[in-house]
Every structure is written in C-alpha cells, then in structure tokens.
C-alpha cells in the first residue's frame, strides 16, 4: 500500500540529476557477494544497484565463480579475490579487498556468500576495519553469529538487514511474531550494537540507533521467494551511494522494493513473482516516485 507521507520524504531527499552530471556523483558500490552454487545472489543484488541508481557498481566474488559472473550483466564490473577449497570468499584477499575499497563509496557484503568459517572472519574483520558506509546482509549477519558485540566497535555506520530467522540466530532470544514483537526487538537490538536495522518480513521494520523506528506499508506475499533480499541489499546499497543518511536509505530502498514488487504482482500475479521481477519493475516504481 503505498504512503504519500512517505513518498513526499523520499522526493524531498532524492534530488533530480543535474545535466552536468557524471557517473561518480550518484556513488561507486562494492558488492562482496556470491560463492559456488550461489552466484545467483550475487548477480541480483549487483544489477539492482545499478537499477536504482548507484553510478558504478563492482562486483567482487570468489575466483572460483568469476567467470560465471562476470558474464551475467556487462554493466556491473566484476573482480576476483582469493577463494576457499569450497568456493566462498577466502580472508587471504583481506588486503587486496581493504585496498579496494579505498576507492569506493559504499560496501554490501553478504548475499550468497556462504558460511564457510574462513568467510566468516573475512567478513568480521572487513567490517572492523571498513571506512564506507556497508549493508551486510545474509551470510555477512550469520557471521556475525556469537560475536555481534562486535558491532560496537565498527568504525562506519551500517545497516543489517536480517529476516527473521537470521535476527534470532545473531542476536538471540525468541523469534518475534506479532507486529507489536517485531517492533520492540528490532529497536532494541539498535539501540544496543548502534547500528541501523531493516527486519525484513510482513511489514518490515526499520530502526535507528536514537530510537527512530519505520514500519514499512508496501510489499505482498509473492515476494517470499528466494533472492528477494538480495535486491532489497543492492537498492539500500544504490541510496547510500547517493548521499543519502542510512536510516533514509533503509527506509526508503524499503519502500522502493515493496513498491516494485507490488507492480510485478499486478502484472504477473503473486504466485508466479520472482526476484528477478522486482528488478525488472524497479524503474517503473522509481519513475513513479520521482515523477
């Protein structure tokens, strides 16, 4: 269901593209995801970005898979890094990822990354020591399984962006159901790693760290179905990029998400609704927006 008070923030914040405009302005992402037998991931949350409008998109993957990637979409730009025996992302390319990123804007790191526990420390020790603004979502919060503390301690704001499954194993207690749950226990949990926070599912809540909370009205029940969350990681990624506060960002790629899977059920029906649908609408929902 679509919100006018929350669409007149959004047009408030997101600015039209002056003519002189060049690629860099709109923010250079760097995605780390994808592993073998998961690149699929990988490919939405990259292409998504780039749909909602980050400048320049990079994909880095584990070598393994490089070449299945860096054929998916021509204009996500995709590099290699050092890869575990099973094909995820090896803490040996630490050094070179870190170097990387001093020229980016914005990190995502986490949609089908896989669990592998060198991955895992990888994953620790770039969001320790990242200096970008990050979405981690996926596999980058189930690494942060036990040792969410260290949240606390990241130099850069990020937002989380758990479901509800990888909310109970990251940061414990029951899972929440009701709306009322759901509300509480996200604030809660921002409040204490100081970090924002999207709890995704039926009406996703969003929280802020000063104890700003969002219930989100758009989205329908045909886009639960795999890879949905990793185009929610590479629109959230797209706003940070373009100057836009973590929270807002949150926020807002939320409803932008909801809203492009709204118009891909008018079209093509919830039971039928795939991922790759919420990215082929996501211009008509921005167009919408922006108009």
């Avoid at 996703?204 to 000063?210: H, L, N, S």
């Avoid at 118009?263 to 609408?281: N, T």
């Amino acid at each position: 269901m679509r919100d006018p008070r929350i669409e007149r923030q959004i047009r408030k914040v997101w600015r039209p593209r002056p003519k002189r405009a060049n690629k860099k302005d709109f923010g250079r992402v760097f995605i780390l995801a994808g592993s073998r037998g998961l690149t699929g991931a990988a490919a939405l949350a990259s292409f998504a970005s780039l749909r909602a409008g980050a400048g320049l998109v990079t994909l880095g993957c584990p070598d393994k898979v490089y070449t299945i990637l860096a054929r998916r979409h021509p204009e996500v730009m995709v590099r290699p890094f050092p890869s575990t025996p099973k094909g995820t992302l090896s803490e040996k390319g630490l050094s070179a990822i870190l170097n990387f990123l001093k020229s980016q804007d914005v990190l995502a790191i986490g949609p089908g990354l896989g669990r592998h526990p060198n991955t895992g420390r990888l994953v620790r020790n770039l969001l320790l020591r990242s200096s970008v603004p990050s979405v981690v979502d996926a596999d980058g919060v189930n690494a942060l399984q036990g040792q969410a503390e260290i949240l606390r301690d990241c130099k850069s704001p990020l937002i989380l962006t758990p479901h509800p499954g990888e909310f109970v194993r990251t940061f414990g207690g029951k899972k929440p159901v009701t709306d009322k749950e759901r509300k509480k226990r996200a604030l809660e949990v921002s409040r204490k790693i100081k970090q924002t926070l999207v709890l995704k599912g039926y009406r996703t809540v969003v929280a802020g760290p000063t104890g700003k909370v969002a219930i989100n009205p758009t989205g329908n029940p045909g886009m639960a179905t795999g890879g949905t969350g990793d185009v929610l990681t590479g629109i959230i990624a797209a706003l940070l990029g373009q100057g836009i506060s973590p929270f807002d960002s949150a926020c807002f790629g939320v409803y932008i998400h909801g809203l492009a899977g709204d118009i891909a059920a008018k079209e093509k029906g919830e039971v039928s609704l795939v991922a790759g649908d919420i990215v082929e609408f996501l211009p008509k929902a921005i167009h919408i927006l922006l108009a």
